[in-house]
């Protein structure tokens, strides 16, 4: 699995290899070679100019310098600060450069070849302001191609978040394992390319850290994926049911069904309107319309167990209705709230709380915009510090698993665990992604796949198809493009 590891998380891997033998100060000087290495990559990097800060970052640099200089670069050395104040390996590895270290303010950043960002790293603590705001902002406006250290200086590794500045780096070499603020926005975007530099922690660390964020990729629940058997029989394979508006919005339900027919689901009902009836049923010929005016008709649609897992929200309209629909289909069952499901809490975190207490698992699917609507007045889940705290709050609060959609998805568990996609192209956001997206998790769910497993995999395969389809796509291609996400990863899975 790949974890993601925050700064405190970092500094015990750290500890950890020291406590096993490795001397903190080889793991500064492989970092700084891993620096290097990258420089010296680069198309023509003859002119190299390394910005150090004042911490082990700083160190990192100059090591990388003189690794580049030993290696027949030319390398300037600035130094954000005074010399003497230097300590530790940071000190130990200025030391050992033997050439000048300069004044930030005598360097012309434009005539850099390559620009070192060795500013700031994982001990960034407040917003940068006076001369390390100035300097970074003179380094963004360099135009320079910039390779940074860790992380672009001034953004937060945590968070994803720029705290004052930070200039868009062309790669970031960090070491380890990548911080959330590799993958969250706009941190992501900042860091260019990131490379992962084996500096000699020992993977056991990870095992005494325990980290509880990761990448969303298969090998994160790929273990949970539900593999069709080979004598199974369609009742293995779940029985969903999708609610559905009325006519004038039933497009969204019906995308939410083909969703949850494509992840496999071994049956898919649409419980709609009467007069939505022919559109499902000019549909997938496989979905099966079932009229259902109200919740009470929802509720006896339901005494048949075997339509255990069920998907409220898309083309629904938000209110008491669709409120009743959702108590009517809770009890006992597996549960995805989408779109105007979660605008009918407005404010009502704890209804949905409720409806989750009642339910055999819960799955919110919000965008930013429902996710603020539905928690609006809970400052401790809006106000959390990055949006993957903001994810792991809501979910605690919930007692839910809340997938918080965009560019770089969390998908978070009451329990902490949290998982940020990096598969989305930017295309995917168009109208209707969502619904399949709430379609697929429900498909997964009716497997049998466990809530946060199931969250993840909708969407990472929500990423993988919409990537499979390519630009220019709409949201109709996303659950056909599922067949060919499906026919690799059962490849892949033995399937
Ligand atoms: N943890 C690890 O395992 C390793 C860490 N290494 C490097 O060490 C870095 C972390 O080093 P540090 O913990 O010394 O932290 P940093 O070097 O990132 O920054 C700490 C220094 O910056 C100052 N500072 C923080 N925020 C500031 C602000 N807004 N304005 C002005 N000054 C500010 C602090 O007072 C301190 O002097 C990593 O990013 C990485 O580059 C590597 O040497 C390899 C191993
Ligand atoms: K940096």
Same mark, same amino acid.
């Not at 005074?82 to 590895?93: F, I, S």
């Not at 406006?141 to 945590?158: E, F, K, Q, T």
């Not at 009470?296 to 069920?310: M, S």
């Not at 619904?435 to 993840?456: H, K, R, S, Y």
């Given at each position: 699995?790949?974890?993601?590891?925050?700064?405190?998380?970092?500094?015990?891997?750290?500890?950890?290899?020291?406590?096993?033998?490795?001397?903190?100060?080889?793991?500064?000087?492989?970092?700084?070679?891993?620096?290097?290495?990258?420089?010296?990559?680069?198309?023509?990097?003859?002119?190299?100019?390394?910005?150090?800060?004042?911490?082990?970052?700083?160190?990192?640099?100059?090591?990388?310098?003189?690794?580049?200089?030993?290696?027949?670069?030319?390398?300037?050395?600035?130094?954000?600060?005074?010399?003497?104040?230097?300590?530790?390996?940071?000190?130990?590895?200025?030391?050992?450069?033997?050439?000048?270290?300069?004044?930030?303010?005598?360097?012309?950043?434009?005539?850099?070849?390559?620009?070192?960002?060795?500013?700031?790293?994982?001990?960034?603590?407040?917003?940068?302001?006076?001369?390390?705001?100035?300097?970074?902002?003179?380094?963004?406006?360099?135009?320079?191609?910039?390779?940074?250290?860790?992380?672009?200086?001034?953004?937060?590794?945590?968070?994803?978040?720029?705290?004052?500045?930070?200039?868009?780096?062309?790669?970031?070499?960090?070491?380890?394992?990548?911080?959330?603020?590799?993958?969250?926005?706009?941190?992501?975007?900042?860091?260019?390319?990131?490379?992962?530099?084996?500096?000699?922690?020992?993977?056991?660390?990870?095992?005494?850290?325990?980290?509880?964020?990761?990448?969303?990729?298969?090998?994160?629940?790929?273990?949970?994926?539900?593999?069709?058997?080979?004598?199974?029989?369609?009742?293995?394979?779940?029985?969903?049911?999708?609610?559905?508006?009325?006519?004038?919005?039933?497009?969204?339900?019906?995308?939410?069904?083909?969703?949850?027919?494509?992840?496999?689901?071994?049956?898919?009902?649409?419980?709609?309107?009467?007069?939505?009836?022919?559109?499902?049923?000019?549909?997938?010929?496989?979905?099966? =319309?079932?009229?259902? $005016?109200? &919740? %009470?008709?929802? @509720? /006896?649609?339901? *005494?048949?167990?075997?339509?255990?897992?069920? +998907? #409220?929200? =898309?083309?629904?309209? $938000?209110? &008491? %209705?669709?409120? @009743? /629909?959702?108590? *009517?289909?809770?009890?006992?069952?597996?549960? +995805? #709230?989408?779109?105007?499901?979660?605008?009918?809490?407005?404010?009502?975190?704890?209804?949905? *709380?409720?409806?989750?207490?009642?339910?055999?698992? #819960?799955?919110?699917?919000?965008?930013?915009?429902?996710?603020?609507?539905?928690?609006?007045?809970?400052?401790?889940?809006?106000?959390?510090?990055?949006?993957?705290?903001?994810?792991?709050?809501?979910?605690?609060?919930?007692?839910?698993?809340?997938?918080?959609?965009?560019?770089?998805?969390?998908?978070?568990?009451?329990?902490?665990?949290?998982?940020?996609?990096?598969?989305?192209?930017?295309?995917?956001?168009?109208?209707?992604?969502?619904?399949?997206?709430?379609?697929?998790?429900?498909?997964?769910?009716?497997?049998?796949?466990?809530?946060?497993?199931?969250?993840?995999?909708?969407?990472?395969?929500?990423?993988?198809?919409?990537?499979?389809?390519?630009?220019?796509?709409?949201?109709?291609?996303?659950?056909?493009?599922?067949?060919?996400?499906?026919?690799?990863?059962?490849?892949?899975?033995?399937?």
């Amino acid at each position: 699995m790949h974890a993601l590891l925050d700064p405190q998380e970092m500094a015990r891997a750290d500890r950890y290899a020291v406590e096993t033998g490795v001397a903190s100060f080889t793991l500064m000087e492989r970092a700084g070679t891993a620096v290097a290495d990258a420089v010296a990559r680069f198309p023509l990097p003859t002119r190299v100019v390394v910005l150090c800060g004042p911490g082990n970052n700083g160190g990192d640099g100059f090591v990388a310098a003189r690794v580049l200089a030993q290696r027949g670069f030319r390398v300037r050395v600035a130094l954000l600060g005074e010399a003497a104040r230097l300590t530790g390996d940071a000190a130990k590895a200025a030391a050992k450069w033997r050439g000048p270290v300069e004044e930030p303010a005598v360097l012309d950043l434009t005539e850099a070849g390559v620009i070192v960002d060795a500013l700031f790293g994982a001990g960034l603590a407040r917003d940068l302001d006076g001369a390390a705001k100035a300097l970074v902002q003179r380094m963004a406006a360099s135009g320079r191609p910039i390779i940074a250290v860790d992380l672009p200086s001034g953004l937060d590794g945590a968070t994803g978040k720029v705290r004052g500045a930070a200039a868009q780096a062309k790669e970031t070499v960090t070491f380890f394992r990548r911080k959330p603020g590799h993958l969250l926005e706009p941190g992501r975007r900042l860091c260019g390319r990131v490379r992962v530099a084996d500096i000699g922690i020992p993977e056991a660390a990870l095992a005494v850290i325990r980290p509880q964020a990761f990448v969303n990729m298969p090998d994160l629940w790929q273990d949970a994926f539900p593999l069709p058997a080979a004598m199974g029989h369609k009742y293995d394979r779940g029985h969903a049911v999708v609610v559905s508006g009325g006519p004038w919005t039933s497009g969204a339900a019906h995308l939410a069904a083909k969703g949850a027919l494509r992840a496999g689901a071994g049956l898919v009902t649409v419980a709609c309107p009467p007069a939505a009836l022919p559109l499902h049923a000019a549909s997938y010929a496989a979905l099966m =319309p079932r009229p259902v $005016a109200d &919740a %009470a008709d929802l @509720a /006896l649609l339901l *005494a048949d167990r075997r339509l255990g897992t069920v +998907v #409220l929200g =898309p083309g629904l309209g $938000a209110g &008491a %209705a669709t409120r @009743a /629909l959702i108590d *009517a289909a809770a009890p006992g069952r597996r549960l +995805v #709230l989408d779109a105007d499901a979660l605008t009918s809490y407005e404010g009502a975190p704890w209804a949905v *709380a409720a409806v989750a207490g009642r339910s055999a698992g #819960l799955i919110v699917t919000p965008h930013e915009g429902e996710f603020a609507r539905l928690f609006r007045g809970d400052r401790e889940v809006l106000e959390a510090p990055s949006k993957l705290a903001r994810t792991r709050a809501a979910a605690r609060r919930l007692g839910a698993v809340v997938v918080l959609k965009g560019p770089d998805t969390v998908v978070a568990a009451p329990d902490g665990r949290a998982a940020i996609a990096e598969n989305a192209p930017a295309f995917l956001a168009t109208a209707g992604a969502g619904d399949v997206l709430a379609g697929i998790a429900t498909g997964l769910l009716a497997q049998g796949m466990p809530v946060f497993e199931a969250a993840c995999a909708a969407v990472w395969l929500h990423g993988a198809a919409a990537c499979s389809a390519g630009p220019g796509l709409v949201a109709d291609d996303l659950p056909e493009a599922l067949r060919a996400v499906y026919a690799e990863l059962y490849e892949k899975l033995g399937g």
